[in-house]
Structure formats: structure tokens, C-alpha cells
């Protein structure tokens, strides 16, 4: 006899708490709700939404700063708000500043130096 309320029990359809139950209609969000702002790191260089924004912004400071010469042997992309700098530098002193120019582009958050050589040549000494 136990047996038949113990599964009595477990095949009870379970009701819902309906006073748990939310609907859209009672949060109060307007109708017409947009985001406005852009994430800056999204932000191209026109100031329009860019989904690469930063990596352009960046690739401009460093050409402003440290010549186009050197960007080229640069390649220049980001994941969310990190710089990724992927290349060849011909100075190691040279990585520290170009870091550092990196980080005062708005919406950087952090470099990150994948494969980067250095072909710094040092002096010959007989």
C-alpha cells in the first residue's frame, strides 16, 4: 500500500509557482530601446562602428609615430579590447615603445606579442 502513494506521488503533475512567472510586459522596457553608445573598442577610425576598430586606430598611431616603414613588417589585429602585434621589429627597444603607443590608443586594454622576431643586428667585435 505504501508503494502505491509513494508512486502516487512521484507521476503528481507539478504545478507551476505562477506568481514566479514574469512577462516582458511587466520589466517596463521601452518599446523603442536601442544601444547608442559603441564599445570602444569598436569604434573605426571614422568614428562609426567598426567590428576592427581598435586594430586600425592602433595601426594609424604607430604609422604616425614610428613611419609607415616600420608598420609594414607589422600585422596588427585585436581580440575584443587586446592587441595582438604579430612581425618582425629591427629593435628590441623599439618593442617596448611601440607597446606602450599601443596602450594610449583608446579601448586597448592589453598587448599581446605573438611571434614578434627581432632582427636587431649587433655590432661585430674582433
Do not use: C
Not at 64 to 90: T, W
Request: aromatic share 2%; hydrophobic share 40%; net charge neutral.
Amino acid at each position: 500500500m505504501q508503494n502505491s502513494q509513494s508512486s502516487e506521488i512521484i507521476n503528481a503533475p507539478i504545478e507551476p509557482d505562477k506568481s514566479a512567472r514574469r512577462s516582458l510586459s511587466t520589466l517596463h522596457l521601452p518599446a523603442n530601446l536601442t544601444l547608442t553608445a559603441i564599445p570602444p573598442e569598436r569604434i573605426g577610425v571614422d568614428g562609426q562602428y567598426d567590428h576592427n576598430g581598435l586594430a586600425k586606430r592602433v595601426v594609424l598611431q604607430l604609422q604616425e609615430l614610428f613611419g609607415i616603414d616600420l608598420v609594414k613588417n607589422l600585422r596588427i589585429s585585436q581580440r575584443g579590447r587586446v592587441v595582438i602585434l604579430m612581425g618582425n621589429l629591427p629593435d628590441g627597444m623599439l618593442a617596448k615603445s611601440l607597446m606602450e603607443a599601443i596602450l594610449s590608443v583608446e579601448g586597448a586594454l592589453y598587448v599581446e606579442a605573438q611571434n614578434l622576431s627581432i632582427t636587431e643586428k649587433l655590432p661585430r667585435s674582433l
